[in-house]
């Protein structure tokens, strides 16, 4: 029998390389004042023992949204149509995943006040870290996660600028003081009050009263509002305009 060519073998390597995906989650929410990622540590190789995002494979006849909606309620017990879901990028570096050619698409996830995680069958336990102190940190997590996480945190500070995201990080209702906290703490920045709140009740369809007023631990009642049918800010909440004050 003649030996394969280099052609030959060469096919039988395409025929046996198998390419996988999975999705994996930023899942953000605030938690004392902080804005918080979702991280489990994972049970299994590779990277055992190393903080990873959640997530998992795509399974037969599953679409991609339909399983991050999945790996969203096996890892918080949230369905999917109470947060912001969306999709965040497509990461394909051939040697990302060690198992072999795996591509992941990652979505991002964001609710106010989201429970204590649950840990999914590959991890042994999760848990709600600060993104400062991770992102502070370079390769502390498993896979090209690191660089996933750093983009889903610029992709939520960039929304806030010229959408209403930052609504969906208050509750159902909320003051114009708890969205200014919203936009502080995903910014690390300080605003100023007063002309943030003119930018954020001049802004057609982004609040809209309630007629309630809520009582604060110090200081008058404050008007409260809910989210309103608005998705698009115009003109932009620029981050250095609101920060010093300039109109």
Known sequence: MAAAGPDTTHRANRRRATLQVTVDLVIMTIRDDALHVLLVERGNTPHQGRLALPGGFLRDRESLPDAARRELMEETSLDAGRLHLEQLGTYSEPDRDPRGRVVTVAYLAIAPSLPAPVAGTDARHARWEPVDLVTAT????????????????????????????????????????????????????TLDPRNFNRKVTGTEGFVVPTGQKRQPATGRPAAVYRRGPATVLYPPMLR????????
Do not use: N
């Open 240 to 247: 250095t305009r609101i920060t010093t004050g300039s109109d």
């Open 138 to 189: 370079p390769a502390q997590l498993a896979f090209d996660h690191d660089e996933i996480l750093r983009a889903g945190l610029e992709r939520v500070r960039g929304k806030l600028e010229y959408t209403t995201l930052a609504t969906a990080l208050c509750g159902e209702t909320f003051t114009v003081g708890e969205l200014r906290r919203v936009y502080e703490t995903v910014w690390a920045t």
